[in-house]
């Protein structure tokens, strides 16, 4: 089965970065997006940005186009990581990875990973 | 950017049909997906493309999409589809992903 498994949770000082994995497992990796979303603790969800394994080329929301956020793929290990740097207070989440699904129409998000907490505090 | 409009909270009693808008402009041309996230979980899809689900939903959940408006329907409510209820959208123009502010879902 479709399976996403997210590295755990990780407390990081404000300024810093901080990198989280998600391998994925039980389909072609190169098939399908993989995406980040976060929720800040009591809000909803945000995109993020995205990847397509197959071209290696990763798109990003436009709050993170100025540089802070970088979505990589390494097909040898079918797995997704996201960085986040110069991090700050509001960035304290959850992020999630999801596989995309993509029609020539729209796009959706059919299997998540489990989530992984990251701290950002002074 | 393209705004996705959900009400923040939606209550119904048990047995009884729930109905959590989406509202968006012209969101009738585009294709509306949605997911539920129960206290403590990852999201999962409910419905997608408005109106199919995924293998493993109940058929007490439906979708409609229509002008300004898409709906998800939960009928017969029971207090296991308690939780948030988000909207969720394709911008073609940018390849980006947009979600609604999510609804809480109360069973009485």
């Known amino acids: 089965q479709v399976q996403l498994e997210q590295s755990g949770a990780d407390v990081k000082k404000t300024g810093s970065s901080v990198k989280v994995s998600c391998k994925t497992s039980?389909?072609?990796?190169?098939?399908?997006?993989v995406a980040w979303v976060r929720q800040a603790p009591g809000r909803g969800l945000e995109y993020m940005g995205g990847?397509?394994?197959?071209?290696?080329?990763?798109?990003y929301a436009q709050p993170f186009q100025e540089g802070r956020l970088s979505i990589t793929a390494v097909k040898s290990t079918a797995t997704v990581y996201m960085e986040l740097s110069s991090l700050r207070s509001e960035d304290t989440a959850i992020y999630y990875c999801?596989?995309?699904?993509?029609?020539?129409?729209?796009?959706?998000?059919?299997?998540w990973g489990q989530g992984t907490l990251v701290t950002v505090s002074s | 950017s393209y705004l996705l409009t959900q009400p923040p909270s939606v209550s119904v009693a048990p047995g009884q049909t729930a109905r959590i808008p989406c509202g968006g402009d012209?969101?009738?041309?585009?294709?509306v997906h949605w997911y539920r996230q129960r206290p403590g979980q990852a999201p999962a899809l409910v419905v997608f493309e408005n109106s199919d689900r995924p293998s493993g939903v109940p058929d007490r959940y439906s979708g409609s999409n229509s002008e300004n408006t898409a709906t998800l329907t939960i009928n017969r409510v029971e207090a296991g589809d308690e939780g948030d209820y988000y909207c969720?959208?394709?911008?073609?123009?940018?390849?980006?992903?947009?979600f609604g502010g999510g609804t809480k879902l109360t069973v009485l």
């Open positions: 039980g389909y072609s990796f190169t098939d399908y997006v």
């Open positions: 012209n969101i009738g041309s585009k294709s």
């Open positions: 990847i397509i394994p197959l071209l290696n080329a990763a798109n």
């Open positions: 999801a596989r995309g699904v993509a029609t020539s129409k729209t796009n959706w998000f059919d299997t």
């Open positions: 969720q959208v394709w911008e073609s123009s940018n390849d980006h992903r947009v």
